[in-house]
């Protein structure tokens, strides 16, 4: 009797933990969209604030891996890091080691390989491919907003952002910018992750000028702390821009 009443507390012990681990897993793994391209399914996983994770067919793209912006404990290490710029919320090189291995590679704008040495730096215009994902460094910068008269938050030609194509599809990671002319001059974006927080990147108005001008399909406010998501919903309305609002403060 005695070794029945071990035997059942053990099982129910193993039940406890296997739930809990479920149970944890499903809280802190980020939530993701999924679309659909020539080349297989990409899941985009949104980690919070400016970090994302693109993922297919088994390949892993990490964006602006930063600890503080959400949980990584479940998430895949990376073959591919992007990284926009070299603020702390942007740039995380104790993540970044964390989440490489054996043939990582990591591309960053120039100043950030003065923090992770073995990075390879990308400025504006420049085209890299790897496994068959087409990534494109573009201009990532402050027009308006300045952090002093004449010092902009981020100048121009220091920061960057991407557009990757996979599969036929065109991604755009905008980074910390507002709204440029060169970002308005962008061709066939399916998804864009535009910023919208002050002082630093965009007010709502600033995104719906952008997105008015090049016409994203599907829209994902980021980086946008406490602004008010519904002030985009609202300026876009009847656009025909599918805006979609992710826990991405």
Do not use: C
């Not at 005695?2 to 099982?11: C, D, I, Q």
């Not at 990147?201 to 946008?224: E, G, Q, S, W």
């Amino acid at each position: 009797m005695a070794r029945n009443s071990e035997k059942l507390s053990t099982v129910i012990i193993i039940l406890i933990i296997s739930i809990m681990a479920t149970k944890g897993f499903s809280q802190d793994s980020p939530a993701f969209d999924k679309i659909q391209t020539e080349a297989g399914t990409v899941e985009m996983h949104f980690i919070g604030h400016g970090s994302l994770m693109f993922k297919l067919n088994g390949f892993v793209i990490h964006i602006d891996p930063v600890k503080s912006s959400g949980d990584y404990r479940f998430l895949p290490r990376a073959d591919l890091i992007l990284v926009t710029h070299e603020h702390y919320d942007h740039l995380d090189v104790e993540l970044i080691n964390e989440l490489k291995k054996e043939g990582t590679l990591v591309f960053t704008n120039e100043k950030s390989t003065e923090k992770i040495g073995w990075a390879m730096p990308m400025k504006p215009g420049d085209r890299q491919e790897v496994n068959g994902v087409v990534f494109e460094a573009v201009h990532a910068y402050n027009i308006v907003n300045m952090r002093s008269p004449g010092q902009p938050f981020h100048p121009r030609g220091s920061g960057i952002g991407y557009v990757l194509t996979i599969g036929g599809r065109r991604f755009y990671i905008a980074g910390d910018t507002e709204n440029t002319p060169e970002m308005k001059e962008l061709k066939d974006i399916e998804v864009a992750f535009l910023p919208m927080n002050l002082p630093y990147t965009m007010t709502p108005a600033m995104v719906a000028d952008a997105a008015l001008a090049f016409k994203p399909k599907i829209l994902y406010p980021y980086h946008f702390g406490d602004t008010n998501t519904d002030e985009i919903i609202s300026l876009l309305k009847g656009s025909g821009i599918d805006i979609r609002i992710r826990n991405l403060k």
